[in-house]
């Protein structure tokens, strides 16, 4: 049985930083494409970033050069380091495997 369970979330002041941590079980995320995607309040869900088997990452142009998608094998867990973060990110941010399995979602806010 496959499941995503997302962890890290939380509140923090413009301009921190959160790692969230997406654990896989029921699958290898080192064979799937993970990925990233963020829904505000009023918004529809969107990429924020993806890693594909091969190592390959796509960023959206909000976060590019902010945050790093990555992934561990070993503990086949997949992660959002998310730095200098904006009111913007505030979000709820799914894990997803192949935008056909999801997580349940962590809150992200971001307010001083």
């Known amino acids: 049985q496959v499941q995503l369970v997302e962890s890290g979330g939380g509140l923090v002041q413009p301009g921190g930083s959160l790692r969230l941590s997406c654990a896989g079980s029921g699958f290898s995320v080192s064979l799937h494409y993970m990925a990233w995607y963020r829904q505000a309040p009023g918004k529809e869900r969107e990429l924020a970033a993806a890693i594909t088997s091969g190592g390959g990452t796509t960023y959206a142009n909000s976060v590019k050069g902010r945050f790093t998608i990555s992934r561990d094998n070993a503990k086949n867990t997949v992660y959002l380091q998310m730095n200098s973060l904006k009111a913007e990110d505030t979000a709820v941010y799914y894990c997803?495997?192949?935008?056909?399995?999801w997580g349940q979602g962590t809150q992200v806010t971001v307010s001083s």
């Open positions: 997803t495997r192949g935008g056909r399995d």
